[in-house]
């Protein structure tokens, strides 16, 4: 079968890299107050590679440098991917916090110290999984810079009782015990890797949030629906698949869509494939006219209601 081609089946088994478990958050003005002499940073996380904006009175803020933030959890380390004066993101981000402080060695020295106890912590409470007989796949363990809890993120295929599980570790650490479940993509975020684009995957590197990636980004964008090509390390499909797909979907209002009745020399011809890169559309006769196939041009194009039509010469 040519990669080009697709079966009912073949889209099947293409649905089932679908994310179903990412939802869209609904976008809101909000009403965040600030002064004249605020900045804003977009500062990283580093223990779930998420970025939020932060503002400050600090102007001498630099990327990379190491800061404190507050979080729900208390405060945190942060990385500073540097300044930023986009308003609509600044607008549109849900909280506005205050940087805390640029971390001191103190900061520093602590979530040095932190990042040790992580690897000890995270052998141990994978043996305790082991010993417990639970179904789940331990992830990452997190320190918070106060050591106000310990988080661990973890993958299952399903619900899964944890109870007695922190029990046995709030004992042995002597602190508050917390486990989330997470997705298969937040797992890859977490743990970083390349894409097969070479590039740091975009997940845990350029992307704020996750939205969900359907298989009709790569139909809209004549991307070959092989599932070897558009999925990611994650098992799903690409996040870069939505990159363009809206700038797909704008072109081709201009367009009669994939399916749709067009008329070559008041013939009728039947719309197959649309490139906008090329701005070129492929069309064959519905009649087994002569020609049997043609490629036009977007300007031989004409559009009267909802019926294009072409004159071409033979």
Known sequence: MDDSTYTTENLDNLKALEDDTTSIKKRTKKNHKFADDDFFYRIKIPYNQSSSIFKTKNPAITKGMLVVIPTIYGNEIGICQGQTSNMEEIQYQDNLQDIVRIATE???????????????????????????KLDMK?????YFLEDSKILFNFTSDGRVDFRELVKDLASIFKTRIELRQIGVRDECRIISSYGQCGKH???????????????????EQNITLNSQKIS??????????????????????????????????????????????????????????????VVLDRKQLKREKNTYSATIEL
């Open 232 to 293: 990611g390390t994650c098992g799903r499909l690409l996040c870069c698949l939505s990159y363009e797909f809206n700038a797909y979907m704008d072109e081709k209002k201009d367009y009669p869509r994939e399916g749709s009745k067009i008329f070559v020399n008041q013939e009728p011809y039947i719309v197959t494939e649309i490139n906008i890169q090329t701005k070129k559309i492929r069309a064959v006769s519905e009649k087994n006219s002569d020609p049997a196939f």
């Open 201 to 219: 995957l975009c997940c845990g590197n350029v992307l704020n949030d996750l939205t969900p990636i359907t298989i009709k980004m790569a139909k």
């Open 106 to 132: 103190k900061d520093r020295s602590r979530h040095a110290e932190n990042i040790k106890k992580e690897v000890k912590a995270f052998d141990i409470t994978k043996k305790k999984i082991l010993e417990h």
């Open 138 to 142: 331990l992830i990452s363990a997190h």
